[in-house]
């Protein structure tokens, strides 16, 4: 199972940007798939996930702000960042966690907030 994720950049605070990540491979059992960070000297943090019921989970820091989505058909999953600050720079992470088989992580995109 691989990911590929893309969609990091620089925007400036207040600004928008879409991740999105695409897993291939032998994946028939999908639990899971979502977005953790990391930023500069701290651990690795969850973000956002939608789990196979279609059930969202946030960290309380991005609610409100970040919309998580899936495309089951396409193994895809997306993040919407919206009102971003500059407390949301962070190299962005995405993974599945697939029934049987265990986690997969993307290589990481980084995201710069930053006027």
């Known amino acids: 199972v691989q990911l590929q994720a893309c969609g990091g950049g620089l925007v400036q605070p207040g600004g928008s940007l879409r991740l999105s990540c695409e897993a291939s491979?032998?994946?028939?059992?999908?639990?899971?798939m979502g977005w953790h960070r990391q930023a500069p000297g701290k651990r690795r943090e969850l973000v956002a996930e939608?789990?196979?019921?279609?059930?969202?989970n946030y960290a309380d820091s991005v609610k409100g702000r970040f919309t998580v989505s899936r495309d089951t058909a396409k193994n895809t999953v997306y993040l919407q960042m919206s009102s971003l600050k500059p407390e949301d720079t962070a190299v962005y992470y995405c993974y599945i966690r697939v029934r049987y088989l265990g986690e997969f992580w993307g290589q990481g995109t980084l995201v710069t907030v930053s006027s």
């Open positions: 491979g032998e994946i028939f059992n999908t639990d899971a």
């Open positions: 939608q789990t196979r019921r279609g059930t969202t």
